[in-house]
């Protein structure tokens, strides 16, 4: 094992002080182009995936995302962890614009910001044995482990995320989803990261399955310190991991606040209706819900409507929505929405009345 | 409308069910396993289950538990070989049609039990049109002329509420979002009228606030026609939400049964217990999940006595166990726990605590 202090004389970033933001995205944009002709390329258009998104994430914190197929979270995950250039907008990370790092700086920053992804067989590769994935990071980043223990070290990664260290000459089609997305989580760990960006980790995987990796991801929160930025549809797995909750709607962030601030009084009317359209497994709050169904499908993001862009399923459109997109702030409710008409509304029962 | 197909000259002997006499759909002790070069795979080991009329059954169950192998055995959808029906009954308006012959058992499906599947892009053919999909089972069925099917299918469109249907009726399945894919094919299901509506996963591949849409629109249809429904998911809200009874599947068997309502206040069995508390609430954000430790078991090596006792909390065996009731060697039978209730548990009692 490497002395810690080792990789701190590596390290070209600044370390920022406790409390201090550690990832600052500010108007993050990525837009896609539309291509027609074979020979004869020309753009015709953009898909707007990401447009305009704020977020900040704190050291330990974690931070969930929700919104549907579509929204562009993904995208998110993608520019975060650089396998994409963002469009427009900055994303700040220990104060440093990512954009402008070149060298040894985007390799800590690639090093110490690391993914996790949603489906557990695509994601490993299927002719490399389980202990060739997780230390394959070292190839590129040989500070963090020294050659010599490397087996040793990955065999503790296996044991940690809860496999058997003896496992480590298996390949990855001998394992369940639920042991592949163990192996994810240790390829991850492999090299000691701040962030880890949980790109919709549990999605795959069964009811029963799905609660152990979600309780190994806290446990190894609490135990390292890490930052999570965790991407979901899940709702309630969403209320379960985070801190901080941001919900996405065609590209942009329609509300943030506390996990208890978006579950408990959703203002911004894209929340409601996602909130009040999760079933609830509890028979006694069977019916009690306020139940708000939207009309219609998410618009394409090729061409978003004018001004808000909820406003072709919202129930509250004016004349006003169409014309000035609303800014994502607090109006009166306690935490922003991005909606003129904000209301704070409790949609889901809390206890049975 | 549904006996009077007078096109069919050879349609099985006149149907003399009476919807008074009992269930729609009887499945009796059925055993699918599948014969692979690795060995067999008991997918289905044993299970009974009625649906009355205007009954909403969900089957509940991880993947590998066997319910929708179950779902395709009544279907008679199931790849055979390597999938072999080996035992049991599937009695639908009290005819077996197990024991039919092949073209009987088409007779009797068609317009008697239709299915909807998880994933709507791959169950429709994206070289026809919506309409000429939809249209295919009164042509199939009933010797309609194509004019006349296309008009059925604009109508079956309205029906589920797909918005401009006489206009979208000549588009393809790719022409329409994921929500609308999903309703084509409940209009294809409910065309002949059926009496017992499978739904395999119907929603989970949607989001969430289109599922609820789709759940919608499937209560409102079901109100209107009096048809049994059958709905095999994952997802215990939708379970909650939707359903009157549930059969809880693990390992090819059904491990407890009952209305929603009681099973899922109170579980009888350590498997549904496990699963209630494995999940996370939307409405508190809760302390920490009690998961069920370790892995579903594979089906060609399925575990001696209770297949969940591996994993479960509560399992005794040796001097532990009282006698006949050892998990690891003694196959606990589905009985009789509390009135209403069924359970496969040998200590079920204590897990309900009565």
Redesign the interface.
Known sequence: MSDPADIAAANVLPEPSAGEPLLEVRGLQKYFPLTQGIVFRKTVGHVHAVDGVDLTLRRGETVGMVGESGCGKSTVAKLLVALEKPTGGTILYKGADVAKMGGRALKQYRREVQIIFQDPYGSLNPRMTVGDIVAEGWSVHADVAPRKGRLQRTQELLDRVGLNPDYVNRYPHQFSGGQRQRIGIARALALRPEVIVCDEPVSALDVSVQAQVVNLLEDLQDELGMSYLFIAHDLSVVRHLSDRIAVMYLGSVVEEGTEEQVYGSPSHPYTQALLSSVPLHEPALRGQKDRILLQGDVPSPADPPSGCRFRTRCWKAQEICAVEPPALVDRGQGHPAACHFAEARQVVPTEVL | MSTSSGSISSSPAPVTYDPASGPVLEVDDLHVEFRVRSGVVHAVNGISYTVDQGETLAILG??GSGKSVSAQAIMGILDSPPAVITGGGIRFQGRDILKLNAEDQRQIRGPGISMIFQDALSALNPVYSVGFQIGEMFRAHRGTSRKEAKQHAVELMDRVRIPAAARRVNDFPHQF?G??RQRVMIAMALALDPRILIADEPTTAL???????V??LLKDLQRDTGMGLILIT????????VADRVAVMYAGKIVETGT??DV??RPGHPYTL?????????????G??????G??PNLSRIPSGCSFHPRCPRARTGAAAAPGRDCVGDVPPLRLVVPGREAACHYSEEVLGV
């Open positions: 991880e993947s979002s929500g609308m989001d969430v606030t289109v599922q609820a849409q759940m919608d994952h997802d215990l809200g939708v379970v909650n939400e929603v309502d899922f206040t496990g699963l209630m508390n494995s999940i996370p609430l939307v409405e508190a954000k809760g920490r999940l009690n998961p069920i430790v892995q579903p």
